[in-house]
């Protein structure tokens, strides 16, 4: 099977033409791509719209059963199916999923302040190599199913989706992890650029704050994607066409770990 890249798109990258561009170009290279993707911004649209107030707990969505209906309707219905139709009209062979189809994410709950957040335990890679072994693009939405004791529940859970990806990419031993993200990579205490940011350096800036909010998840998906021998980087999703740029072996963004 040839490399497989895990990509996670959100934030102003959703449903890029350009990205979208990419993602079926390099499928048309012979690459095996895997997408993760998320949505707040179109939850906390979909949550006002039913009047259900938005909580954040530490950087991640807390969420209530109310509140989990939405996500997952947004997620797994709106958001997906809109990537999926995009990427095919453009030539790609695309396939939407969530966490949830063939028990693809299992998770337990850690923290009770969040409610059902899941915290990933397993990944069923078997899945997901049969679909790219079939030449296709997984869209994954980050929904997952809660584990009681051993057995897996009919419970949903919603996952941060940055960590879903770094699971993921650690699970299938991927060649690389890419965040598209909305800034030039991970900005240092003087707002320039850092080319590549080691483990060791990564815990210092969190600590010190200029790593922070959104970026922490990401960073911490690097390392831990990193640890299983991923080469993880955040890049800038704006700029047309970074994704070629970053699979050519261009170095742009950030190389984390």
């Known amino acids: 099977m040839p490399e497989t890249l895990i990509i996670k798109i959100g934030g102003s990258t959703l449903g890029s033409h350009d990205t979208l561009e990419d993602l079926v170009a390099l499928q048309r290279e012979g690459k095996s791509l895997v997408v993760i993707h998320g949505g707040g911004a179109t939850i906390t649209q979909w949550l006002a719209i039913h009047n259900v107030p938005s ?11 109310e509140t989990l209906d939405i996500v997952v309707a947004v997620l797994a219905g709106l958001i997906n199916k809109d990537l ?3 990427l095919n009209a453009l030539g790609g062979r695309a396939i939407g999923i ?3 189809d063939a ?8 923290d009770p302040d969040l409610g059902f957040v899941g915290e990933v335990e397993s990944v069923n890679t078997d899945f997901l190599n049969e679909l790219l072994a079939n030449d296709r693009i997984p869209v994954i939405a980050p929904i ?8 897996t529940s009919k419970q949903l859970v919603n996952i941060n989706a940055d960590t879903a990806a770094g699971e993921i990419a650690a699970a299938l031993g ?20 850092i080319e590549h940011l080691s483990r060791d350096q990564a815990g210092v800036l969190k600590a010190e704050g200029v790593i922070a909010g959104g970026m922490i998840p990401k960073v911490e998906a690097c390392l831990r994607a990193n640890s299983a021998g ?16 970053i699979a050519k072996g261009d170095g742009i963004g950030t ?3």
Do not use: M, W, Y
């Not at 991927?174 to 650029?193: S, Y």
């Not at 991923?230 to 740029?245: T, W």
């Open 174 to 193: 991927a060649h690389a992890l890419v965040f598209l993200t909305d800034v030039p990579g991970i900005l240092g205490a003087t707002k320039q650029r």
């Open 98 to 100: 969530s966490g949830a």
């Open 84 to 86: 999926v139709a995009s």
């Open 144 to 151: 997952g199913v809660l584990i009681e004791g051993d057995q």
């Open 230 to 245: 991923v080469l993880a980087s955040i890049i800038d999703g704006r700029e047309p066409h970074n994704l070629l740029a």
């Open 55 to 65: 909580r954040f707990v530490r950087g991640l969505r807390a969420t209530d059963s």
């Open 255 to 257: 190389l984390v770990g």
């Open 103 to 110: 028990s693809l994410l299992r998770c337990r709950l850690n």
